[in-house]
């Protein structure tokens, strides 16, 4: 009798143990909400902070790697976090880091157009996604794969890298790293160097880019966005 009941609480409790053998093994990704509130980052073509675009994009691939099955933590949601370095040192204990930010491009492209009556900067040159990795980070080759294996599965969703900052002028001249995927070397970048895991930036879409603004802040193209990026990690990690 004893022996029944107790191979009933062992059948009751499999899926449960089986859940958690799985948790403990799921990689933990830090997701890093590029800028804080005094300096925001770009400002898209009509007046948005790139702090409020990251914020919303992070939480949303959050979500998505959660369903995946990986762990995740938040890294500079509330806007405070100035110092870049403490963002690594807090990601130390993941094993892997994603810092989430939105494009502009360089200050000589930028035209000016009225919205909502007041004057903002615009270019509709570029669009696109963008991803970098730094061979000063100790972990090179796992960050390379992780960020080939974002991009593949951004371009498999549909969306197209950058390709720009690879070009031959003042501010750009980030080589590629993986071409096909849009990812580019940007070794000083202090989040990517600095970061004691793998690390990864991801420049989701142009946001001086008017119709790139507007797609970025729909809740089907970043929910398709983040699926994506998701996707990418849960592969390479
Ligand atoms: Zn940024």
């Not at 930028?110 to 040159?125: G, I, K, P, Q």
């Amino acid at each position: 009798m004893r022996l029944i009941v107790y191979n009933r609480a062992v059948r009751a409790l499999f899926p449960l143990l089986l859940c958690v053998a799985a948790s403990a093994h799921a990689a933990t990704v830090a997701i890093d909400v590029g800028h804080f509130i005094e300096e925001p980052g770009a400002t898209s073509a009509r007046g948005r902070p790139e702090l409020d675009f990251n914020r919303d994009l992070a939480v949303e691939i959050e979500s998505a790697a959660r369903r995946d099955g990986l762990k995740t933590m938040l890294i500079g949601y509330d806007g405070f976090m100035s110092e870049l370095t403490r963002r690594t040192a807090a990601a130390a204990a993941a094993d892997f880091l994603l810092s989430v930010h939105h494009d502009s491009v360089q200050p000589h492209f930028l035209e000016s157009w009225e919205f909502d009556r007041v004057e903002r900067a615009f270019s509709d040159r570029y669009s696109g996604f963008s991803l970098f990795v730094s061979r000063k980070n100790r972990s090179l080759t796992r960050s390379l794969a992780c960020a080939s294996a974002i991009g593949e599965a951004l371009r498999g969703a549909g969306f197209s890298p950058s390709l720009y900052h690879a070009d031959p002028i003042p501010g750009e001249n980030k080589p590629f790293a993986d071409r096909r995927n849009g990812v580019h070397y940007y070794d000083n970048l202090i989040v990517l160097k600095t970061a004691r895991t793998p690390a990864v930036l991801l420049e989701a879409g142009v946001i001086v880019n008017r119709d790139e603004e507007l797609r970025v802040q729909s809740e089907e193209v970043r929910r398709r966005i983040a699926a994506s990026v998701a996707d990418g990690l849960r592969r390479c990690l």
